[in-house]
C-alpha cells in the first residue's frame, strides 16, 4: 500500500473516486519548497519545485498497487511520480508519492497560482465532464 500527496483536483473526492472507483478519505498535509500552478488552458495544476514555496493538499494512505497504477496513467506524461516529505499539521513528516511537472514539461504551466476554492466554484464541472469522462479509456483499463 502506498501514500499520496495530492495537491490539485484528485483533492476532491468526487475526482479521486471516479479515477479509482473507490473512497479514499485523506488528511490535511503541506509540501514544502514546491509552488502550485495552473495548467495553461486547463483547469487542473501542477507543481515544481520552488525553494519557499508551499503547497497545501490531502495525503491519502493504503492506495493500493492497481490504484496508483490507474492515477499514473490518469496522471500521464506531464507529470513524474516523486518519493517526498510531506508534513502533517502536528509536524509529523512522512514520505508519499507526488506527481511533480516532468521537467520537459515545465512550459505548461502558466504563471498563475491554482487555487483549489476558485476550481470548486468554476472548473469542477467542466473538468469532470471533460477531462475526467474524456479520457476514461485511457485510465480505466
Sequence with gaps: MHRLFCYGTLQVPQVIRAVTGRDYFG???VLRDYAIYRVKNAEYPG???SVGGVTEGVLYQDISNADLKRLDLFEGEFYDRQ?????LPDQTIKKAWVYVIAQQHMGVLSEDSWRLTDFLD???????????QGRKNIYAV
Design 47 to 49: 507543481i515544481t519545485y
Design 27 to 29: 488528511k490535511t498535509a
Design 122 to 132: 468554476n472548473g469542477l464541472d467542466k473538468f469532470m465532464k471533460g477531462y475526467v
Design 83 to 87: 518519493m517526498l516529505d510531506v508534513r
